[in-house]
């Protein structure tokens, strides 16, 4: 198991959807926890948009900058 410290996500909300993929979610991190919810009407500090190929290079350990370097991510707004 890897320790990831999540203290500078704290109060933040993460959007993450797939570009081809029918996934949609928020992730909203608050009291050192990362709670997953389908409701996306809320305002998102971070919006992440990938297509499915991007999300499983990313699952399958791919570096993420080189995916960046790559231009893969299709949306990624802070």
């Known amino acids: 198991m890897?320790?990831?410290?999540?203290?500078?996500?704290?109060?933040k909300t993460v959007h993450f959807s797939l570009q081809?993929?029918?996934?949609?979610?928020n992730f909203i991190c608050t009291n050192a926890?990362?709670?997953v919810t389908t409701d996306t009407t809320t305002h998102a500090d971070?919006?992440?948009k990938l297509k499915s190929n991007v999300f499983l290079?990313?699952?399958?350990?791919?570096?993420l900058t080189e995916l960046l370097r790559q231009d893969k991510f299709h949306s990624w707004r802070c």
């Open 20 to 25: 081809d993929f029918p996934i949609e979610v």
């Open 33 to 35: 926890r990362i709670f």
């Open 2 to 11: 890897h320790q990831i410290d999540i203290r500078p996500l704290e109060g």
């Open 46 to 48: 971070v919006d992440i």
């Open 57 to 63: 290079q990313l699952m399958q350990g791919e570096d």
